[in-house]
């Protein structure tokens, strides 16, 4: 099981949101490099990226600061955040991320998913971004009338890399993962399914594993000391 620190980037900075809620805002480092290395140095195989700014803006916004955790470090990155054109999955790809997460053009419109998944096989993501069990688009701001296990049930032929699913009402809260929608995912395509939102303890990335995550994304309890990086990679190794 994967363990993915995450580097959530707004304005070129390391911040985390709470329930994508861009008012309520805290940033933890000015130098999201800086963070990166970090999480290199304590072990992290991935890091989990996503320009918040581009996800609310429907383009990338911060490539700078983006290139620059890419070129810094030797690990896997996956990115996310706006990314919304085949050209700019090409450039983060381009740009040396191992893989890229699509969701809200890829949830309204499934055949440029299934474009980009086919030219780019293995190296395409799809972000299901679910509150109270219906799939969120355009950085969490519209709902669809869709679950998360309903729209994944469309993909099943597609050689995606992995479904990142987060349940936006536990995302920076920690508050523990919704482990039970996870386990639906996992029962419901043959992709792997990495948990986002709430991963607070060992115990949560226990049950994760139990119920089937190929991994866990990790934020505000690392940032805030409530779960060390170690204890993390150790729980999921075990």
């Known amino acids: 099981m994967l363990i993915l620190p995450a580097i959530d ?7 985390r949101l709470e329930q994508g809620d861009f008012k309520k805002e805290k940033v933890f480092d000015e130098d999201p490099v800086a963070v990166a290395r970090r999480f290199e140095a304590e072990g992290a195989e991935w890091l989990h990226v996503v320009d918040l700014d581009g996800a609310r803006e429907g383009e990338p916004r911060n490539l700078e600061a983006i290139g620059a955790i ?10 996310g955040g706006g990314i919304r ?33 086919e030219q780019f096989p293995g190296r395409i993501a799809l972000g299901l971004d679910a509150r109270e069990g219906l799939v969120a688009v355009e950085g969490w701001g519209k ?16 050689t995606l890399a ?11 809260m920690m508050s523990g993962p ?12 043959p992709f792997p399914v990495i948990a986002s939102g709430g991963v607070t303890t060992v115990e949560d990335i226990r049950r994760l594993k139990e119920a089937g995550a190929a991994g866990a994304i990790i934020g505000r309890a690392l940032y805030e000391g ?13």
């Open 226 to 238: 409530k779960l060390t990086l170690k204890a993390a990679l150790e729980a999921a190794a075990t």
């Open 162 to 172: 992995a479904i990142v699913y987060t349940d936006i009402a536990r995302d920076g």
């Open 178 to 189: 919704n482990v039970e929608a996870t386990a639906a995912l996992v029962k419901a395509g």
């Open 70 to 79: 890419m070129r810094a470090v030797k690990i896997s990155v996956e990115v």
């Open 143 to 158: 709902q669809t009338d869709r679950s998360a296990a309903r729209t994944l049930k469309r993909f099943q032929d597609l």
């Open 9 to 15: 980037l707004r304005g070129g900075r390391c911040v």
């Open 85 to 117: 054109t085949t050209q700019a999955v090409e450039e983060m790809l381009d740009t040396g991320a191992q893989r890229v997460v699509v969701g809200t053009r890829a949830v309204r419109e499934p055949e440029w998913l299934r474009e980009v998944a």
